[in-house]
Structure formats: structure tokens, C-alpha cells
């Protein structure tokens, strides 16, 4: 059974910094594209960033430099270091991964991670 287990995160001040990981298992993760994502309560999940199949990389605007994700596919854990983060970085975080095939689609989601930043 595929499935993504989180691990990280926690509370810190505003500007300092928190890893996030992601252990894959179950399946052939390094063929899909895996991120994180973040959602608010009363707000929509919304992308933090991703790296794809292949490598690359894409962020929110609002990262703004501050994060990294990093694939290690060796050992199937997507990480996200987050650095300088803000009050606004508060949420829970998720892991994901999504693999498309033709016309199929293939999603799994973490467990979620909360991430509180507050003086």
C-alpha cells in the first residue's frame, strides 16, 4: 500500500527555521513528481513546492528564496527546508505525490504536519 509518513515541523520564531520530511513507501515514488503543500484553516491547500520526476523544481511566490526542497530518490524522502520563516508560514503541511499514466492519476497525501510560528 503507497503511502507517504511526514515527520518534522513543530513551533519556532519568526525567522527561524524548520525541516520537513517525507518517507514514500509502497510504490515506485521516483517516477512521480513529489511537494509540499500547506493549507489554513478557512483557505484552500495551496502549493509550497515541488520537484518533478526529472528534478526540477518549483515554488510559490510567496517562498520567495526562503525554502528548499531537496529529492533524495535513493532513499524516497522529499525534504523541505524552510528558513526565515513568518507568522504567515503557519499551517499544516503536507506531503505529496502524484504520478500521472495516460488517463490515469495517481495522488497520495501525507498525514500533515502542523507548522507554528509565533513569538
Known amino acids: 500500500q503507497p503511502q507517504l509518513v511526514q515527520s518534522g515541523g513543530g513551533s519556532v520564531q519568526p525567522g527561524g527555521s524548520l525541516e520537513l520530511s517525507c518517507l514514500a513507501s509502497g510504490t515506485d515514488f521516483y517516477i512521480y513528481d513529489m511537494g509540499w503543500y500547506r493549507e489554513v484553516p478557512g483557505h484552500e491547500r495551496e502549493l509550497v513546492a515541488v520537484v518533478t520526476s526529472g528534478g526540477k523544481t518549483k515554488y510559490a511566490d510567496f517562498v520567495q528564496g526562503r525554502f528548499t526542497i531537496i529529492r533524495d530518490n535513493a532513499k524516497n524522502t522529499p525534504s523541505l527546508q524552510m528558513n526565515n520563516l513568518e507568522t504567515e508560514g503557519t499551517a499544516v503541511y503536507y506531503c505529496?505525490?502524484?504520478?500521472?499514466?495516460?488517463?490515469?492519476?495517481?495522488?497520495?497525501w501525507g498525514q500533515g504536519t502542523q507548522v507554528t510560528v509565533s513569538s
Open positions: 505529496s505525490a502524484d504520478w500521472t499514466f495516460g488517463p490515469d492519476e495517481y495522488s497520495y
